[in-house]
């Protein structure tokens, strides 16, 4: 059975960090494009950061660039979100997404940055 899973998302104080983690079963991850999407309540799910097969290339949303690094570990079959200097206006849900011969989305998982 595909599946993704979200895991390391909770409260963090503004200028605070978390590592988000998504780790793949049923699947090869290093076979897949993998991104990092947000979502708030009314607003339409946006890409923040995505990393190729190889992790050689990176892209980042501008609302997080310099602040959030996107990273794999293919042997773990794992990708993760590092996410500095935290605002409030990143609380949101977090999705990862795979993409390649299939496409499959986590289930979430809540960050929430406030004081």
């Known amino acids: 059975q595909v599946q993704l899973v979200e895991s390391g998302g909770g409260l963090v104080q503004p200028g605070g960090s978390l590592r988000l983690s998504c780790a793949a079963s049923?699947?090869?991850?290093?076979?897949?494009?993998m991104s990092w999407y947000r979502q708030v309540p009314g607003k339409e799910r946006e890409v923040i950061a995505t990393i190729t097969r190889s992790g050689g290339s990176l892209n980042y949303a501008d609302s997080v660039k310099g602040r959030f690094t996107i990273s794999r570990d293919n042997a773990k079959n794992t990708v993760y979100l590092q996410m500095n200097s935290l605002k409030p206006e990143d609380t949101a849900v977090y999705y990862c997404?795979?993409?390649?011969?299939?496409?499959?989305w986590g289930q979430g998982t809540q960050v929430t940055v406030s004081s």
């Open positions: 049923g699947f090869t991850l290093s076979n897949y494009v």
């Open positions: 997404k795979a993409m390649g011969r299939i496409t499959s």
